[in-house]
């Protein structure tokens, strides 16, 4: 039989661990898979509302694409671009994807033309321009 305090002491070890995974920072092997998908309407849509929506709203501005959290998947998404020969994005191939060319700077050298996105302001954090090249390259679900 354990005595009280031996128990007590084994829950005290079981709880840091246990701790540790419960804000996500230190999370084990077995989540990456989950973890790593990244979500259009959790992780995109918000970058897109704050950035990109004040500009793009109907569709009937310069660019003609709504980026608003209802309008932007139809605008995006195997859609013709105006300015270049390529699909704004094309599911499994960011780097075929104007929306990335027009993030980087690169549309000149992809054959579109105009001034990098966002227009007149700061570039997107790399970690933002990461999650929407990494949410093409996934195929571009409308998760
Ligand atoms: C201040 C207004 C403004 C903001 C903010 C803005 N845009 Fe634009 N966008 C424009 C204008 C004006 C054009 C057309 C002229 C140009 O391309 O330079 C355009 C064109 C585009 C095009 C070309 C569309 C096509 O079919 O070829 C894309 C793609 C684009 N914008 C994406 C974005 C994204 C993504 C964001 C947010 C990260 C964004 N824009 C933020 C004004 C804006």
């Known amino acids: 039989m354990m005595r009280p305090q031996l128990l007590g002491l084994l829950g005290i070890a079981l709880a840091i661990p246990l701790a540790q995974f419960a804000d996500g920072s230190e999370t084990p092997v077995a989540t990456t898979?989950?973890?790593?998908?990244?979500?259009f309407k959790k992780k995109v849509v918000p970058i897109l509302k704050r950035r990109c929506?004040?500009?793009?709203i109907t569709g009937n501005e310069p660019g003609n694409m709504a980026l608003t959290p209802n309008g932007a998947y139809d605008s995006l998404v195997n859609q013709d671009s105006?300015?270049?020969?390529?699909?704004?994005?094309?599911?499994?191939?960011?780097?075929?994807?104007?929306?990335?060319?027009?993030l980087k700077g690169s549309q000149a050298q992809a054959g579109g033309l105009g001034d990098r996105m966002p227009y007149m302001?700061?570039?997107?954090?790399?970690?933002q321009l990461?999650?929407?090249t990494t949410?093409?390259?996934q195929g571009a679900q409308n998760n």
């Open 53 to 56: 929506a004040v500009c793009h």
């Open 135 to 137: 949410w093409i390259n």
């Open 130 to 132: 990461q999650l929407i």
């Open 121 to 127: 302001a700061p570039p997107l954090s790399s970690t």
């Open 33 to 39: 898979a989950a973890a790593d998908e990244v979500s």
């Open 82 to 102: 105006v300015q270049s020969d390529l699909l704004r994005v094309k599911p499994g191939a960011a780097n075929e994807s104007y929306i990335v060319h027009k």
